[in-house]
């Protein structure tokens, strides 16, 4: 059994910042959990109580939608609250599911995404047509789930780093590509916490069926050039001045990483790549 505190539901992991993991049969003996999380916006009046805005960092795995749109509801209960962004690590299938049904259900919201990602997630390009630099994802591509998720252009705000945006005073847009040509993550700037999206991963790699958290880098199978993804945790490293906790969205903790716990992960790993 799985016990974590925000299993099917939002839980504050941080002061402003939810936690909901919704647990995902891969494949028959293989459940990995996928989290997706809210993020407490600016409120929209004075009072005691008041309503804010929301933003949603990815969006879940296909048969999670119901069940995340429900936890969704748990949170947003002022008749003023408002989701005003999908904030998406990257295209694949476990987390842009839901993203169609929250742009119907709130009309003006926007779906956050790296520029670089568009053509996957808006314009049905297919990860298997992406060139690797290693034989495993260039094997086991075709055999890979697609996505079959197409979000409108219209209400899709691509970035970059550096670029400004409306809530990057609340959560900050940082490129962590490699295991896909756009991943990207988000700190949230209160409470000194980033959303790795599969940039860094804390589940068990072998056997797969353990449920003891071990860190890792994202997933050979499904990262589409290993070396950047080995980058993509060097950049997360040099955000130690601004980061305390790093939360993966596959994750068997109930508390996300401490930075410093993926910095003794990452560097013995680094110098035995350069070895």
């Avoid at 299993?7 to 992991?13: H, T």
Wanted: proline letters at 7%; hydrophobic letters at 40%; aromatic letters at 8%.
């Amino acid at each position: 059994m799985y016990d974590l505190p925000d299993l099917n539901r939002f839980v504050e992991v941080r002061p402003g910042l939810y936690r909901c993991t919704i647990i995902w049969p891969v494949s028959r003996g293989i459940d990995i959990p996928v989290s997706t999380f809210l993020v407490r916006g600016d409120s929209l009046e004075q009072g005691p109580d008041p309503a804010h805005d929301w933003l949603l960092v990815d969006s879940g795995a296909p048969m999670q939608i119901d069940g995340l749109l429900k936890a969704i509801d748990e949170v947003l209960t002022h008749e003023k609250d408002s989701l005003r962004y999908i904030c998406i690590t990257h295209g694949h299938l476990d987390h842009t599911a839901a993203a169609p049904a929250l742009l119907e259900k709130y009309p003006e919201c926007k779906v956050v995404i790296h520029e670089d990602e568009k053509p996957f997630i808006c314009e049905g390009v297919s990860f298997r047509t992406v060139t690797s630099d290693t034989w495993t994802f260039t094997m086991l591509k075709h055999f890979s789930h697609e996505s079959h998720v197409k979000l409108p252009q219209d209400r899709t705000i691509t970035l970059r780093d550096g670029a400004s945006w409306e809530f990057e005073h609340v959560l900050k847009f940082v490129e962590t590509h490699g295991h896909t040509p756009g991943s990207a993550s988000y700190l949230h700037v209160p409470s000194r916490s980033i959303m790795v999206g599969d940039a860094i991963m804390n589940i068990a790699s072998m056997p797969f069926w353990s449920r003891i958290p071990c860190i890792s880098g994202p997933l050979a199978m499904s990262t589409c050039h290993w070396g950047n993804a080995m980058m993509a945790i060097d950049k997360i490293l040099t955000l130690k001045d601004e980061v305390d906790t790093v939360f993966p969205a596959h994750d068997y903790s109930a508390d996300g990483i401490h930075i410093d716990r993926v910095h003794e992960f990452h560097r013995p790993a680094t110098l035995q790549a350069k070895q």
